[in-house]
């Protein structure tokens, strides 16, 4: 067995033994069956242990065995076998009854025991101390009690959950409490990383292993190597030996047990005829222990172990007498219950119970086991169809809310057959409205705004306020605010009337929203209200979609503190909420923000993170948009740049937005005038422009798209405006439009580069304060923004600003470098980005790891990597360039 993450208690032995040879040390190291005690000694008492350890050390061992009579001073008999000094301790010693020194001569053995092994510098090992015989550990207390004198290492190993109040090795125990220099080393289950690692080789899941074996480094050993077989016929006849020597109604109870993997109850003992005396017996067995709710299994693969060996269909009356004793004294865990009516193959139950776990799940955050539970309840349900249609509905839901949106789609799809057979109206609404949200996540706005109208068409239906809420989202997503509000008014009357809070918060995120896509600034301080309010009555949904639409207008109008401050925020809670349809939303909001703020690691790493998952199309626009544009100015892949860019091209078409148009028109602009290429989808441009670019929300996208055609025009003058000119869209170009543009762009649509590179350089966005002084008049402005993209890794756009550079006809045109000549963040990830705020807010090591969970020299490790990255020598530096860099 490798010895995976044993590194500190390996260095404490080690120090231990260092320290033996000046004054002799105690360690007990103490672990449950398979924790992994002896692969540690190995380590320590192996010749090739490396510096530090035993290597030319003495080592002796002593063994204690699981015998029911314990073999008296075997231990003791091991450990002089090993040093040659056995006969000589035993040789004419009387003898009592049992075989052991006669207590006559226990004191001459004793004395002999520790000068042998004390004649040279020697580690001493008694292994499995929990079996240890009494006469044996009054030899280890003479020893312990002159060991600071004596160049010894004494190592104990021991099962601590199986030494009780009055075990032999108790005083032995005590008397290491009292010394100096004695210490105990706990060994803990493996970290699921480890089980990861251990597991590298074979097809079985982690997770999956690690929380059968609890991290039992034995048992996951096992796991490994019997992988693909079950369950290893070693652990399970270890296990099994337990039970040898009970009755078969003793055995029958202890399967009893392994039936509750949570435990049984001390309410239900009585009904299940577990008294005392059997309780005593079936502890003995060292199989049970008391936990916080109940009595259960010490470990889960011996619960599994002695429910596999339950004779064939015995298992189903076991988990009916289990159910049936749950019901008797009222309880109320749905889940539990479920799984007893399952395995007791009781239908209606199981149905009726998983249905009552998964509003529970659902109501707490855990929106995959709500999935769960509701597919087990219909798949046992033998209701009607309205019945069906209604669990079918909230598994759409539910199902959506974990992002499985194709499976959503379905249920919903068999819901509106079912409802539609019985005739049931405000059934088919409420279906309508949720396969409308459900369309839209998956980026199919025609089919959105269909069942959004179909669920609006009977206003005296339950749903209809919820109808009118979504029609509303989906106007607003488009800058239809007429038809939001007028939609918002409809929904708010109807959840006046129904009491329906959830509906009402759903228009107050809707409202403000909108307020603040439109410019109205307090708008924000109400949708960060609406979060807060919708997560503190559970309305999951309602507050996460806040926090997804505050962030993504935040970044839209370049507030990029404020964007950053949302997101840490609202990511972890769609993490502990359990909302994977908004965490990817908002993760690939975070990629467009590093993106803009020139944080190409970063933004490609949570791109590929939404795109990855292939699960919720509406997130993968700005993930597509991001791992395209990096490629191109980078110079790294232009095929694939254009993949992501065809594939953000389809998104929009699908999704019908101004923003979700104007940037992807902006993205193959600046294609264009990176590579020389004259895409034809630009032709859509003008008229665009024209159709969108008065709405309220869009000016610094429609800044974006000019700016971009602008250069563009100035490379392709004639071609260009002919072919504009043709369209009948000359107004939308610069110089004649009047439609609201962001103030940065339209210093540079102006002329005013200077003005306008400053302003990117208040924002903190590099890249575009760059490109601002390139197409300037000043050529000293030009070439310092030449050298400012090659600093940024923009490799591409450097070389192309060469280009542009010559065409003006300046003389000095700078080379390429290999090292950037400035700090910026772009190469870190999203780890060292946190790691460099924390630096920059003047965090010690130990304070970081501490902020950050890790330990002090992983923190050390990570700030090294940030230096690194940045190209600073100090964290000085790092403090007094914070605003520069993007990190205050």
């Given amino acids: 067995m490798g010895l995976l993450e044993r590194e500190p208690e390996l260095a404490r032995l080690r120090r231990a033994s260092r320290d033996s040879v000046r004054a002799g040390q105690v360690v007990a190291v103490t672990g449950e069956a398979g924790a992994g005690k002896t692969s540690l000694l190995r380590a320590v008492t192996s010749g090739s242990s490396g510096s530090g350890g035993s290597a030319g050390r003495r080592v002796a061992r002593g063994l204690c065995d699981p015998l029911a009579t314990p073999r008296p001073l075997g231990p003791v008999r091991d450990v002089l076998t090993d040093l040659g000094a056995a006969e000589a301790a035993f040789e004419g010693s009387p003898q009592d009854a049992s075989g052991g020194a006669a207590a006559a001569g226990r004191g001459e053995l004793e004395a002999h025991f520790t000068r042998a092994v004390a004649s040279e510098p020697t580690t001493l090992v008694v292994e499995d101390a929990q079996w240890i015989d009494e006469a044996s550990v009054e030899v280890l207390r003479y020893l312990v009690r002159r060991i600071d004198a004596l160049p010894v290492l004494l190592v104990l190993t021991y099962r601590d959950a199986e030494i009780g109040a009055g075990h032999p090795l108790r005083p032995l125990l005590g008397d290491l409490a009292r010394l100096e220099h004695a210490l105990t080393i706990p060994l803990g289950p493996l970290s699921l990383d480890a089980v990861g690692r251990l597991l590298t080789d074979t097809s079985l899941d982690a997770a999956s292993v690690h929380r059968l074996t609890g991290g039992n480094p034995f048992y996951v050993n096992e796991i490994a190597r019997h992988a693909g077989v079950g369950l290893p016929a070693s652990v399970r006849d270890a296990v099994l030996a337990s039970t040898s020597l009970l009755d078969d109604e003793d055995l029958e109870a202890l399967q009893l047990v392994a039936t509750a993997p949570d435990a049984v109850d001390d309410r239900l003992l009585p009904l299940l005829g577990l008294d005392l005396p059997r309780l005593r017996r079936l502890e003995s067995t060292g199989l049970l222990v008391r936990t916080r709710r109940g009595i259960g299994y010490r470990h889960e693969l011996a619960r599994l172990a002695v429910r596999d060996a339950i004779p064939l269909g015995g298992e189903p009356s076991l988990h009916a007498r289990l159910l049936d004793a749950l019901e008797g004294v009222g309880s109320r865990d749905h889940a539990v219950l479920a799984h007893h009516a399952d395995a007791a193959h009781d239908r209606t139950r199981t149905s009726r119970y998983a249905a009552s776990a998964a509003a529970e799940a659902a109501r707490t955050g855990s929106h995959t086991e709500a999935v769960a539970f509701l597919t087990l309840a219909l798949d046992r349900s033998d209701g009607g169809p309205a019945e069906r249609a209604r669990m079918l509905e909230l598994l759409g839901q539910e199902q959506y809310m974990v992002s499985r949106l194709p499976e959503a789609v379905e249920s919903i799809t068999q819901a509106l057959r079912l409802w539609e057979d019985v005739g049931d109206e405000g059934g088919l609404a409420a279906a309508h409205d949720r396969r409308a949200l459900i369309e839209y996540y998956s980026a199919r706005r025609r089919e959105a705004e269909l069942h959004a109208r179909l669920a609006t068409e009977r206003d005296d239906t339950p749903a209809y306020g919820s109808a009118c809420a979504t029609h509303a989202y989906l106007a607003y997503r488009r800058h239809d605010y007429a038809t939001a509000e007028l939609s918002g008014r409809a929904a708010r009357r109807s959840a006046e009337r129904s009491g329906d809070e959830a509906v009402r918060l759903r228009c107050d995120v809707i409202d403000d929203a909108g307020d603040l896509l439109r410019g109205e600034v307090g708008a924000r301080a109400r949708l960060l209200l609406d979060a807060a309010l919708a997560l503190e009555r559970s309305f999951d949904e309602v507050g996460t979609t ?46 467009r923000l590093h993106f803009q703020r020139a944080r190409w690691a970063a933004a490609v790493e949570d791109a590929d993170a939404v795109i990855g998952e292939r699960r919720m199309p509406l997130s993968a626009l700005w993930p597509h948009l991001v791992r395209g544009l990096v490629a191109l100015r ?46 034809p989808r630009l032709a859509t441009a003008p008229a665009t422009l024209v159709g969108v670019g008065s709405l309220p929300g869009v000016q610094w996208a429609v800044g974006d798209l000019l700016v971009w055609l602008d250069r563009i025009d100035r490379i392709d003058r004639i071609d260009r405006l002919d072919r504009l000119d043709r369209l009948g869209a000359r107004a939308a170009l610069p110089g004649g439009s009047t439609m609201p543009v962001a103030e940065p762009y339209r210093l540079e649509l102006d002329g005013r580069h200077a003005e306008a590179e400053a302003a990117w350089a208040v924002i903190g966005a590099p890249y575009e304060r760059a490109l601002a002084a390139l197409h300037g008049a000043d050529p000293e402005a030009s070439v310092r923004a030449v050298e400012e993209l090659e600093g940024l890794a923009a490799g591409a756009v450097a070389e192309r600003g060469r280009e542009v550079l010559r065409s003006r006809g300046l003389g000095r045109v700078p080379g390429r470098r290999r090292a950037s000549t400035r700090a910026n963040p772009s190469g870190l990830t999203n780890r060292q980005l946190d790691v460099a705020r924390l630096v920059a807010r003047g965090l010690t090591n130990a304070e970081l790891a501490q902020d950050l969970f890790i330990s002090p020299k992983t923190a050390d490790h990570h700030v090294s990597a940030v230096l690194s990255r940045l190209g600073l020598r100090t964290r000085r530096e790092v403090v007094r360039r914070a605003a520069e860099l993007g990190l205050d």
Avoid at 546 to 561: G, K, V, W
Avoid at 579 to 591: F, H
Avoid at 634 to 660: I, M, N, V, Y
């Fill in 634 to 679: 980078t110079g790294d892949g232009t095929t694939g740049a254009a993949d992501h860019l065809d594939e953000a091209w389809d998104l929009a078409q699908r999704l019908d937005e101004p923003l979700a148009h104007l940037p992807v028109l902006s993205a193959l602009a600046e294609r264009s005038w990176l590579l020389g290429l004259d895409d």
């Fill in 546 to 591: 806040a926090y997804s639409n505050l962030s993504s207008i935040d970044i839209e109008h370049r507030r990029f503190r404020e964007a950053e401050e949302v997101l840490a925020r609202s990511i972890p809670i769609t993490v502990e909420r359990d909302i994977p349809v908004c965490n990817q939303w908002q993760t690939g909001m975070r990629s």
